[in-house]
């Protein structure tokens, strides 16, 4: 079953096609990875889907049910998709805790003026931060984490969303073997509970790993897909790759 299916996706900045009129199905409860050079509409094909940007064309369908024609980033919560940013988004004034239950209780504007910090939330925050290694530092400002911990921060709050979908844009980048180690067991561990993750990745080794399906962009459109072992030896996509 196909929880996110992009149809025809074509999105273009200032003429420049990011994505060409891509069409990719993510299968439900399995990890998706996808891999390109620099500039093949990656990172673009996340922000449409969380609604961060808007498309020129195409569609997005949900579940095999909902077609979608433009998402606003209020609605994707709604159906089921959350993300990690290639540069992390925290706020920095806040608390590490503060962070988290932010996002525990963020459930729409009328739900936001009524809700308080319930002991379950507070129960959920401890989880995330102990998942991620955070709640000894729970009481810094998030603007004082080191970047692996800021890292981990953002993915604590991503689970904290619980939603369907998570997307991953290069969690890996820049962190060191300990973090890689945890940040490789979260994935993981999303898969046995039957979620859905999309990995974007440039390391190769993570890749073959992770990943039960692959996908290749390049120039904005699908250079190739499937089974991960298969689709790297292709030899279309060894050129991509050498010619970059
Ligand atoms: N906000 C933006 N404004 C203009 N061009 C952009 C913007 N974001 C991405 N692009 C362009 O779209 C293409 C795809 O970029 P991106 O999705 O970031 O690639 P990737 O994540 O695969 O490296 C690139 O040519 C990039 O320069
Ligand atoms: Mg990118």
């Not at 209780?105 to 129960?123: C, I, K, N, P, Y």
């Not at 991503?158 to 820049?174: H, K, Q, R």
Request: proline share 2%; no cysteine; charged share 25%.
């Amino acid at each position: 079953m196909n929880i996110l299916q992009v149809k025809n996706l074509t999105k273009s900045y200032d003429g420049v096609k990011a994505l060409n009129d891509l069409s990719v199905s993510i299968q439900k409860g399995v990890i998706t990875g996808i891999i390109g050079p620099n500039g093949s509409g990656k990172s673009t094909l996340v922000h449409v889907l969380t609604g961060m940007t808007g498309f020129n064309s195409g569609a997005v369908v949900v579940d095999e049910r909902v077609e979608l024609e433009t998402i606003q980033p209020y609605d994707v919560p709604v159906y089921g998709v959350t993300r990690t940013f290639q540069d992390v988004r925290l706020f920095n004034q806040m608390t590490v805790l503060d962070n988290v239950l932010l996002t525990l209780t963020e459930r729409g504007v009328f739900a936001a003026l009524f809700e308080r910090h319930t002991a379950l939330h507070e129960e959920k925050a401890r989880e995330l931060l102990e998942q991620v290694n955070l709640w000894q530092k729970r009481h810094e400002l998030a603007g004082n984490l080191s970047y692996g911990q800021r890292k981990l921060l953002e993915i604590a709050r991503a689970l904290a969303m619980n939603t369907e979908v998570i997307l991953f844009d290069e969690p890996f980048a820049g962190l060191f073997p300990e973090i890689i180690k945890l940040v490789k067991q979260i994935i993981k561990d999303l898969r046995t509970q039957g979620k859905t993750v999309v990995l974007i990745e440039h390391n190769m080794v993570l890749i073959r790993e992770l990943s039960d399906e692959l996908l290749v962009l390049d120039s904005g459109q699908l250079l190739a897909s499937g089974d991960p072992e298969v689709v790297l030896q292709k030899r279309e996509v060894v050129e991509a790759y050498l010619g970059e």
